[in-house]
Structures are given as C-alpha cells and as structure tokens.
T-cell receptor
Framework: NAGVTQTPKFRVLKTGQSMTLLCAQD?????MYWYRQDPGMGLRLIHY???????AKGEVPDGYNVSRLKKQNFLLGLESAAPSQTSVYFC?????????????FGSGTRLTVV | AQSVSQHNHHVILSEAASLELGCNYS??????LFWYVQYPGQHLQLLLK??????LVKGIKGFEAEFIKSKFSFNLRKPSVQWSDTAEYFC????????????FGTGTRLKVLA
C-alpha cells in the first residue's frame, strides 16, 4: 500500500545541470500535481495533469517541464537548474471524486542547487 | 485572483493552551476547505476537511474547524495543545466544484513548549 512515491528523496545539483523527479502512484488516480514548498510561501503549484498524456501549467511553471506518459507516473524535469529552484518538491494525486476529500501527498524531494 | 490567507505565520504556545489558527479565502462560490499538517521532515497529512453539511468539522488528534461562510473563514481550533502538535499547518481551498486544484495558504508554524 505505497500510495504516492517520490524519487529521489534528496539531490544536490550544480547550476546548469538537469534532472528528473519521478512521482509514482498506485491508487489509479486520474489527477496528479507537482508543488514546490518554500519557507514563508506555502505550496505553489508548478504543473498538474488531469489524465494520461495531458499536462497543464500551474502557478510557477517556468524552468520546469512535465510528462505523464503513463497514468501512474508524473515526471518533473529541470532542464537547466538554477539556485532559485532550491526547494522541497511534493507530488500529490487525487481521483475526480476524491478532490472533495483531499490530495494524497508523497514524502517530498529536497533539492539543492549550488 | 483567488487566494488563501493565513495571518499567523508563527505561533508559540505552552502545553495545554488553546489554539486557534486563522484561515480566510477570497471566493464567493462553492468551496471545499482543508487543513493539512506537516510534522518536521514529513509530508503533508490531511487533518480535516469541509465538503458540505455541518460547518463544524472534527478531524484527527482532537482538532476541529468551523466554516463561516459569511466571513470566508475556516479557522482551526484545538482546546488543549500537546508538545507533539509542533508542526506547520496549511489551509487549502478548492474553489468551485469544477476545478482540479487546491490553493494553499502560506502556512503557520506552531511550536508547543513542554
């Protein structure tokens, strides 16, 4: 009963490097989300997906790309990392009816860009 | 634009004190309301939710919240806090029944002194 799994849990990147964060859910949820959490700013939505093969921009999409090739996976890519992308990244998922009852969150990825 | 405000950014209480954390949102239509808790180093967990019906909702660990539609508020309360309640608390709002996204507040850090 894994729920939402994020990999990796920690990562340090150098400015300009690229990486991909993986979010996997085993609840057959249609909707998946990527948020970033920064001190004093709460959670801000980066991108989200309402189904396999679809993605949409959230509040702070610049510098990130996403893909949802399989229903259970939602990938977040950083093409050229910048120090401003140092943050904790959370993935979440929900079913259409489940939106009334709350997201399920992953445990987070702490990313540091130096 | 819709927004969620949590006016208390940091709260320090002694054990057994009563807690009330404020949450206000800016939207006049149908809303779903949530409080999430994030213990140090952990992911967000759902504390309680309001979908419809009784505006006084009870959640886990003795927390409750009251939805006051006329004040656009959903304040979190607990009669007697414990040291283990030390955490960050986030209010979230789903604006309208047709939306896929939640809007999160900036969070309130609660420290309970033993």
């Amino acid at each position: 009963n894994a729920g939402v799994t994020q990999t990796p849990k920690f990562r340090v990147l150098k400015t300009g490097q690229s990486m991909t964060l993986l979010c996997a859910q085993d609840m057959n949820h249609e909707y998946m989300y990527w948020y970033r959490q920064d001190p004093g700013m709460g959670l801000r939505l980066i991108h989200y997906s309402v189904g396999e093969g679809t993605t949409a921009k959230g509040e702070v999409p610049d510098g990130y790309n996403v893909s949802r090739l399989k229903k259970q996976n939602f990938l977040l890519g950083l093409e050229s990392a910048a120090p401003s992308q140092t943050s904790v990244y959370f993935c979440a998922s929900s079913s259409p009816g489940g939106l009334n009852y709350g997201y399920t969150f992953g445990s987070g990825t702490r990313l540091t860009v130096v | 634009a819709q927004s969620v405000s949590q006016h208390n950014h940091h709260v320090i209480l002694s054990e057994a004190a009563s807690l009330e954390l404020g949450c206000n949102y800016s939207y006049g239509g149908t809303v779903n309301l949530f409080w999430y808790v994030q213990y140090p180093g952990q992911h967000l967990q759902l504390l309680l939710k309001y979908f419809s019906g009784d505006p006084l909702v009870k959640g886990i660990k003795g927390f409750e919240a009251e939805f006051i539609k006329s004040k656009f508020s959903f304040n979190l309360r607990k009669p007697s806090v414990q040291w283990s309640d030390t955490a960050e608390y986030f209010c979230a709002v789903r604006v309208g029944s047709g939306t896929y996204k939640y809007i999160f507040g900036t969070g309130t850090r609660l420290k309970v002194l033993a």
